[in-house]
């Protein structure tokens, strides 16, 4: 059985070496990511025989391991936690599975594995380019919100260094408040991550904007690289009152912090109506399939 460990801050360099070599552009292998939603998933990493391997709980009830990372063997590696999960007298189940990686699987154990897409786990992936200039026909709403933006505020964008995060945090209360004080469980979850990553965001090695509005932080944006061409969005936020602080901030964000990336990824919609219905109004060029897969059973 493999000896999964809880994981700590002082883990970053450590899981870096393999997490930094990924090309799969997902952001799951972000470790601010990994790190600052451990609590929820109650993530876990082991390594053994050249790889990393991650064990978490899907939805705080499913168990299960994400694509094995490093330069070895895959199929020692898949052997590995399929072991791992028989000795668990669990289901094997990989989380988290791009098509790419999934193909890298059946190359290697053809015909073993079921795989099911989840539409909710897709990630949207947008040229950085468009972000920042926002250009064409398709994007027109999004340069009047820019330019209603402009005409009614006097702002400037700011980089997150530790003497604004109390002002950033001091923003997402103000937002909770106009979310219903983030009650729910899914919201809960998020401030845990979010203050997880303001009191280690230099450890973490994120990068982040803010717009500041008299005075005041009314949005704020920040991530991490997750490849070589493709830049992460962790977390966005913005008061409602201010009338296309969103698209501001994305924007802002796109050109001051990531116009070195060819792709930014915005991650997940979690399924939810008016955050897909948000990404969508961007119009990604890559839809990054995931999904799960289980063992096929013997008929």
Not at 65 to 79: F, I, N, S, V
Not at 189 to 217: M, W
Not at 261 to 287: C, F, M, Q, W
Request: charged share 25%.
């Amino acid at each position: 059985m493999l000896d999964f460990q809880e994981i700590t801050i002082k883990d970053k360099d450590k899981l870096n070496q393999f997490l930094k070599k990924s090309t799969f552009r997902n952001c799951d292998f972000s470790f601010a990511n990994i790190y600052c939603w451990a609590p929820k998933y109650k993530t876990s990493y082991a390594i053994e025989g050249g790889f990393l391997f991650l064990r978490f709980w899907a939805g705080g009830k499913k168990p299960g391991y994400m694509y094995p990372m490093g330069d070895g063997c895959l199929k020692t590696a898949l052997e590995t936690i399929i072991a791992d999960s028989k000795e668990r007298n669990e289901p094997f189940r990989m989380f988290a599975l791009t098509r790419e990686m999934y193909e890298n699987v059946e190359k290697v154990y053809p015909g073993k594995f079921e795989y099911s897409p989840n539409r909710s786990w897709f990630e949207y992936l947008y040229n950085t380019e468009d972000l920042i200039t926002l250009r064409g026909k398709k994007l027109q709403s999004k340069r009047n919100h820019i330019n209603k933006f402009k005409k009614n505020y006097r702002y400037e964008y700011l980089r997150i260094t530790p003497d604004i995060i109390p002002e950033c945090l001091e923003l997402y209360s103000k937002w909770c408040k106009e979310n219903g004080n983030c009650s729910d469980p899914s919201l809960i979850n998020e401030r845990i991550s979010v203050e997880c990553a303001f009191a280690n965001f230099e450890q973490l090695g994120l990068t982040g904007g803010a717009l500041r509005v008299d005075g005041t932080i009314v949005a704020y944006s920040y991530g991490q690289p997750l490849t070589a061409d493709t830049f992460g969005v962790h977390a966005e936020k913005s008061l409602y009152e201010i009338e296309g602080g969103f698209t501001m901030i994305n924007q802002q964000f796109a050109e001051n912090e990531c116009s070195g990336y060819t792709y930014i990824n915005r991650e997940e919609d979690l399924g939810l109506e008016s955050l897909r219905k948000a990404k969508l109004s961007y119009h990604p060029v890559i839809l990054l399939e995931k999904g799960v897969a289980t063992e096929k059973r013997e008929s």
